[in-house]
């Protein structure tokens, strides 16, 4: 292929400096669908193949092209080079290159526009179901932290001011749960994700008799996006729906990640950091640093611009297909990138903190036990009202709070997801439950794509 040609060109040769400017960074983007767009392509098959639109003999013919195309692209042979506008372009080329016109057949019936659209809900249903992996596994590690600390004391606040006994078990399985939460948001958008594109074209379907279920079947989904239009239609919803979920998640690693910056200052020293999971200064030889709990708010930060260009791409555009769609990729790609390395590192940070009891159970006398003694009250038949303005006036007055022992706090504490019952066996069974699913959406996926690659795919 001459450097000016497209698959597009018709045989016109387009400018240079417009061809570089609308190819922008494509080519390094579309290095991560690459593979992608062959196992799609594998899936096109069966939709030709199944509407007869294909021979039995030309089906076998392209099967044997793509598997080949496959293993260059693992084995890094095929690559998007210079001369190729994007992912696409390399897969179409290398297979003429190396098997004639087989490259040239494949196309029939679909378009860029529902090729990329295939492409990146493979790619999506790969990473959401690995970050999905990823959200319980820090869940999980949060409740073995909160079983293991459970009965270590300290202060809850609220405006930043100490306001009630808290425990280090229930910050933690309170961040358990919320992961928790996160996680089950997938269901939102999963069904939606798990629906085949091909066979849409460029928005208005294609006057071939695709088999566009033997395609989705083929590929591993559920079924398919039933209206063509609405394939072009969903552009970016998806993306923004993948990236919000993953904000969600990256929401509680920030809250989680200033918790542990303000409770293992010198101040507080409720929770300390191994040497190993701090930094150093270049100045102060003292000086044991928090990065990795501040680079882990600036990446949910990072993570909420990336939904929020995605947001403002796709929310100005008409119906159908547009070349704005190109620059949904990049943002995508970037947000997942970041959501999976602050869960992958909270994970491993986690279960390597410090808790120093004797320093958050110090934290708890005086006013802070003021609700503790309010709620005595009220436990001895006082109004709650009368009980609260009694305490409050002593309070103003300097009263000192009676002083209670770990044990009474926490006794004192029994309801459902309080610090003397935090219910862990209940989130247990949500993780088990939220795993199994994976499991199984995962095992269909596998499946599926094995029997792409190495069976009949029928």
């Known amino acids: 292929m001459k450097r000016s040609e497209t698959l597009w060109s018709a045989g016109a040769a387009p400018d240079a400096q417009m061809l570089v400017y609308t190819v922008a960074d494509d080519r390094e ?202 394939v072009q239609g969903a552009r970016g919803t998806l993306e923004a729906a993948a990236l919000f979920w993953c904000s969600e998640a990256a929401h509680h690693c920030a809250k989680l990640s200033s918790d542990v910056i303000l409770f293992s200052a010198e101040e507080f020293g409720w929770i300390s950091l191994p040497d190993e999971l701090s930094t150093g200064s270049s100045i102060m030889p003292q000086k044991r640093n928090p990065d990795l709990f501040e680079l882990t708010r600036a990446r949910s930060a990072a993570l909420e611009g990336d939904l929020a260009t995605i947001m403002a791409l796709k929310g100005r555009l008409a119906g159908g297909y547009h070349r704005d769609f190109q620059f949904l990729k990049a943002p995508l790609f970037r947000g997942l990138e970041r959501a999976r390395e602050m869960l992958a590192m909270l994970t491993t940070a986690i279960p390597r903190l410090g808790v120093n009891a004797v320093a958050g159970r110090n934290a708890l006398s ?53 610090i003397g019952n935090l219910a862990l066996g209940t989130l247990r069974e949500r993780f088990r439950s939220a795993a199994r699913w994976n499991d199984v959406q995962r095992s269909a996926f596998d499946r599926a794509l094995k029997r792409l690659t190495q069976g009949r795919a029928r």
Not at 39 to 63: N, Y
Not at 207 to 218: G, I, T, V
Not at 401 to 407: G, I
């Open 29 to 230: 983007v579309d290095a991560r669908l690459l593979r992608w767009d062959v196992l799609g392509s594998l899936g096109h098959l069966e939709a030709l193949a199944q509407g007869k639109i294909i021979t039995s003999r030309e089906r076998g013919a392209l099967r044997r092209a793509l598997l080949a195309a496959l293993k260059a692209v693992d084995q890094g042979e095929l690559r998007i080079a210079p001369q190729h506008e994007d992912g696409h372009s390399a897969v179409e080329f290398w297979l003429t290159a190396h098997f004639g016109d087989a490259g040239e057949r494949l196309h029939a019936g679909r378009s860029r526009n529902d090729q990329v659209a295939t492409d990146v809900r493979l790619f999506l249903k790969e990473e959401v179901l690995a970050l999905h992996q990823l959200m319980l596994a820090l869940a999980g590690q949060l409740l073995v932290f909160a079983a293991r600390h459970r009965k270590v004391l300290w202060p809850g606040y609220t405006h930043q001011r100490i306001a009630m006994p808290s425990s280090a078990g229930l910050w933690a399985a309170g961040y358990a749960e919320g992961l928790l939460d996160a996680a089950d948001a997938v269901h939102g958008f999963w069904a939606r994700l798990d629906r085949s594109p091909l066979g849409s074209g460029a928005g208005y379907g294609v006057p071939l008799p695709l088999a566009r279920e033997a395609a989705a079947k083929a590929l591993g989904f559920a079924g398919i996006d039933q209206i063509v239009t609405s």
């Open 366 to 418: 005086g006013e802070v036990l003021a609700t503790d003694e309010v709620m005595r009250r009220v436990r001895a038949g006082v109004p709650f009202r009368r009980a609260y303005r009694e305490v409050a006036a002593e309070v103003k007055r300097g009263v000192a709070m009676p002083a209670l022992d770990t044990a009474a706090i926490i006794a004192s504490r029994s309801s459902t997801g309080g």
